[in-house]
């Protein structure tokens, strides 16, 4: 446990910027190499293995995949494999499996029956010495360095980052929009005293419900992870199109909704969404556009003029950990050492 505390995760907060010039200066050429080789074997469809953030990040890759590729893509259950015993044909599919330290039992154990069942395999790690890495046929290293806090930031933007340079890679781009998140990601961490404001308002929160559409989807459940994990509010994650389909009822004038607003088709498709919040008098927090923020209850502003709705994911969740921060301190608890939860989770 760091002397102050959340020390140690303000401090991998703020290194993001560099992870992410690290991962397009250094990272690039190596991601694009396994692209290539990934894309000469032609497979017919993505399976997408993940656990708690970097099943966040799993997901943000299935749209990318589906929507920038137009390849069919699922999430796994790996208790098919590892619980049930479940051996499917996999031959020509392509298995991703994301993990920051690469060395859950369940995650190795899937990854290897996977390739024992003709699937092309590829790791997304932050380790490459990890048994994941070992059992994997190709492996991607998100170079953001050790990390120390066990609620991971760095780590997720950097996955997010290194996912989408593979896509376009699949798909013979170069990736070239994305060499202007650095810089707008210097410029959302600066505003930390804006979201210690925000963070004020939210720290008696009882609960919170966050939602989003199409890419920003994955946002809101790992901003929700985050709150849950370090300060321990209850906090509940829904597509927009899911929060109307029910959960909507339970949204009220106390507990705070937080919309993660895409620039784009997403955005878009959710703007029913935020009509239906507003109409119940929701105390609505949004992460968007200039527009959007000003229509609700509070919010912050994301500088994404120009940025590809696509990238804007890596931008959108930097604030999100802020808050998660910040909450956390303000609540008079360590965001450092979340209770019960260890850096490796040796799920089976």
């Given at each position: ?26 990272g ?12 000469a ?32 893509c ?71 360095g ?9 780590t ?8 989408y ?10 990736g ?34 966050l ?11 790992e901003?929700?992870?985050?709150l ?17 389909h ?21 955005g ?22 200039r ?30 950990q ?27």
């Amino acid at each position: 446990m760091s002397d102050e505390p959340g020390r140690i995760m303000a401090g991998e907060m703020a290194e993001q910027p560099a992870v992410l010039r690290r991962i397009l200066e250094r990272g690039a050429p190596e991601v694009h190499a396994v692209a290539r080789a990934i894309a000469a074997r032609g497979c017919r469809f993505v399976l997408l293995t993940g656990r708690g953030t970097s099943d966040n990040a799993a997901l943000y890759a299935k749209y990318l995949l589906e929507i920038r590729l137009g390849v069919p893509c699922g999430l796994t259950s790996m208790s098919t494999t590892t619980a049930y015993g479940a051996r499917p044909d996999l031959t020509d599919v392509l298995v991703i499996t994301v993990s920051q330290s690469g060395g859950s039992p369940d995650l190795v154990a899937s990854t290897r029956a996977a390739r024992e069942a003709g699937a092309v395999t590829l790791a997304v790690t932050n380790n490459p010495d990890s048994p994941l890495s070992a059992v994997s046929e190709y492996h991607l290293d998100v170079l953001a360095g050790p990390e120390r806090a066990l609620p991971a930031t760095k780590t997720y933007t950097a996955s997010l980052l290194t996912l989408y340079l593979l896509v376009e890679g699949l798909r013979g781009g170069d990736g070239a929009a994305a060499h202007a998140l650095p810089d707008l990601a210097e410029r959302i961490l600066a505003r930390r005293d804006e979201v210690r404001t925000l963070a004020a308002r939210y720290r008696f929160a009882e609960r919170m419900v966050l939602t989003s559409r199409g890419y920003g989807y994955p946002t809101a459940r790992e901003a929700a992870l985050k709150l849950m994990e370090t300060s321990y509010v209850p906090a509940l994650a829904y597509s927009g199109a899911d929060l109307l389909h029910g959960p909507l009822a339970m949204v009220d004038n106390v507990s705070p909704v937080i919309a993660v607003v895409t620039e784009g088709r997403g955005g878009e498709a959710l703007q029913p969404v935020l009509d239906r919040l507003r109409g119940r008098g929701a105390d609505l927090f949004v992460v968007g556009p200039r527009a959007q923020v000003e229509a609700a209850s509070a919010g912050f502003v994301l500088p994404v003029d120009g940025v590809p709705e696509e990238l804007q994911p890596v931008l959108e969740i930097l604030p999100l950990q802020q808050l998660a921060y910040e909450v956390t301190i303000a609540r008079g608890q360590d965001p450092d050492a979340p209770r019960a939860l260890a850096k490796v989770t040796e799920t089976r």
